[in-house]
């Protein structure tokens, strides 16, 4: 606890040194898809169903997504985005329908980090 303090206190005196654009946050999050699949308890010649379950897959997608913001709440050059992709690279049909913008860059790994 006493190194996070020291650290604060450090940081507290050397911000007025640098400008405000100049003082940097990069900070990772990361987001998991799931399927779901419902299933009913009732075979085909049941009148009605009284139950029904769910049932989860593993994850299917994985995406980590890196922002730069600087202390006045700016982002700061490009987004980062990297996808999960079984094969480490992104798919054709991917490539197509994904949006381009010129502040986002993509990339994929296997692992998705």
């Known amino acids: 606890m006493k190194q996070a303090t020291t650290f604060v206190h450090e940081v507290k005196q050397n911000i007025p040194h640098f400008k405000i654009i100049h003082i940097l946050n990069a900070d990772q999050s990361s987001f998991n898809y799931e399927e779901f ?43 980062f985005i990297c996808s999960q992709e079984p094969l480490g690279r992104l798919g054709p049909r991917v490539v197509q329908s994904m949006h381009k913008a010129r502040n986002i860059h993509v990339t994929c790994s296997k692992s998705g980090n």
Do not use: C, Q
């Not at 085909?44 to 593993?58: G, P």
């Open 37 to 79: 699949s419902t299933r009913t308890l009732s075979t085909s010649d049941e009148r009605s169903t009284v139950d029904r379950i769910t049932l989860s897959k593993a994850f299917t997608h994985s995406r980590t997504i890196m922002p730069i913001i600087n202390i006045a709440g700016n982002v700061v050059g490009l987004v």
